[in-house]
């Protein structure tokens, strides 16, 4: 059905187009159904470079510890 976030923008928007007003319908042979759109669209670049930046980082900002220090580093 899709993320909590869309449904409520679905919920907000009445269940209608926001450009055109059409309502959602499930009614055989006249079905409508109503998307959610990124108004601002995804800055795909921007996620790659972050999960880059923070996740996949360079093995020189990786530090080698052994379970008990890496404990200690996270408390």
Request: charged share 35%; hydrophobic share 30%; glycine share 8%.
């Amino acid at each position: 059905m899709g993320s909590r976030e869309r449904q409520t923008a679905l919920k907000l928007a009445g269940y209608r187009c926001e450009r055109c007003g059409i309502k959602r319908s499930a009614a055989k042979g006249s079905e409508v159904v109503i998307e959610v759109h990124h108004r601002n669209g995804i800055d795909w670049d921007g996620i790659i470079d972050l999960i880059i930046d923070r996740v996949l980082q360079r093995p020189e900002d990786y530090e080698c510890l052994c379970r008990e220090c890496h404990k200690q580093e996270h408390n």
